[in-house]
């Protein structure tokens, strides 16, 4: 069983930056791909960026690339989402996840933690 609990969202201004963690109770975080998704009122929840257990391989949806960086740090057992040059368009919930599986698909995730709002506006 893995607990999942997310912190850092906020409001910000276009242009400006956050910075998501995602602190996990599992002692065996560190064999868990992790994984940010969000969901904006009325849409479906969305891949964001997904991290393999060790931290090697990562991977971002096109709309974030060059702007989130997904990274862990299995020390601590936290994985932390930093997003960069924000746009209104970011605005969502942000959910971290947890699966044994490096994947993009939300339906895989067997664990969730319960979402912070990320508002993006003037």
């Known amino acids: 069983q893995v607990q999942l609990v997310e912190s850092g969202g906020g409001l910000v201004q276009p242009g400006g930056s956050l910075r998501l963690s995602c602190a996990a109770s599992?002692?065996?975080?560190?064999?868990?791909?992790m994984g940010w998704f969000r969901q904006a009122p009325g849409k479906e929840r969305e891949f964001v960026a997904v991290?393999?257990?060790?931290?090697?391989?990562?991977s971002y949806a096109d709309s974030v690339k060059g702007r989130f960086t997904i990274s862990r740090d299995n020390a601590k057992n936290t994985v932390y989402l930093q997003m960069n040059s924000l746009k209104p368009e970011d605005t969502a919930v942000y959910f971290c996840?947890?699966?044994?599986?490096?994947?993009?698909?939300?339906?895989?995730?067997?664990?969730w933690g319960q979402g912070t709002q990320v508002t993006v506006s003037s």
């Open positions: 599992a002692r065996t975080f560190s064999s868990y791909a």
């Open positions: 991290i393999s257990w060790s931290g090697g391989r990562s």
């Open positions: 996840a947890a699966d044994v599986v490096y994947t993009e698909r939300p339906r895989r995730y067997d664990y």
